[in-house]
């Protein structure tokens, strides 16, 4: 979409579907600071309003005040990502290489069945680092799963990652508000409930892992579900979480135009103290950051295009400062994972 054409942005939000939180969504604190304002949907221009993100005196998480209401976010979502199943892309010599060596690595791994499949893949640390990181995060870093072991992934989208854990052996069920992106996923013959988590009829401890890959920040309410997750774990059960970093250095580097911020979809913005205070109070320990894996890339190049009023999704050109600016910050969150633009986290029920 060409965002110098009028869009949905230059429309108010209705006012009957707006709502005030008042106090931080995850942690109740009142006090807070204005971070951002002004701010519209410069992503996927499909969402009306202008919006007030607020830094939470507490414990330091970013929310939109006034935010969409539940019955009105739907509107935020109407050129949201496709979530059909992606089609199969041709590839060349080397494309068909490095699937073949990834889809050994991951049945080497995580005891998939991908094909085709290279043995080379034992040796895809050394080969590909870079791919290697990023077959890990596609797995989500599954543990291998016992025998009949449950799996929940809340905002499972077209069901990709579900499939991957049930070729893993895991038994799957997938939670998705989008109606698309549900009967996609249950044409790969996935287990899907639409709706939200409240849509879930499932007692305690019914399951050993629950994953959310870039879900919790469009909650309404995350230490809520952060709390309803713990009690659908089984103890010694484990929840994995990704989500975007308002410490990060994009958001250091592009401020409103960061690409993590996403508003109106993007209720709450979290950094790693906020997100680990949170999974602590409701019950959580013996919390893993996961490992670094290159994300400055993407982030930046998109964040530049919105900076400059140009679409993020269309392909964009990467001058020598941007380059230089990528290079620096991979290093600062190799150092430093405060720095990075996603939080990934991986926390454990007590036995």
Known sequence: MNPTRPTPIDEPWPAEGLESPGRCPLCGEAAR???HEDLADRIFFCAPGRWTLHRCGGCGAGYLDPRPDPASIGLAYAHYYTHTVAAKRRRGVAGNFQRAVA?????????TRQTPASPLGSHLPWLFPARRRAVDREMRFLPPPAPGARLLDIGCGNGEFLARARDAGWEGIGVE??????????????????????????????FDGITLSHVIEHLHQPAGTLRRCHRLLRPGGWIWIETPNLES?????????WRGLEPPRH?????????????????????????WRPLCKRLFTASAAILHGRDPYRRQRRGTRLRLAVAHAELLARLRPERREFIQFRAWKPS
């Open 103 to 111: 889809n050994g690595y991951r049945n080497a791994r995580y005891g």
């Open 177 to 206: 508000p989008d109606p698309h992106a549900a009967e996609a996923a249950r044409g790969r013959g996935l287990e899907v409930i639409e709706g939200g988590l409240e849509r879930l009829d499932a007692p305690d401890g019914s």
């Open 267 to 291: 209720l709450v913005l979290f950094t790693r103290d906020s997100l680990r205070g949170a999974l602590e109070r409701c019950g959580f320990d013996d919390l893993e950051e996961l490992p």
């Open 33 to 35: 600071q204005t971070l």
């Open 249 to 257: 250095s994009g958001h250091r580097r592009y401020g409103a135009a």
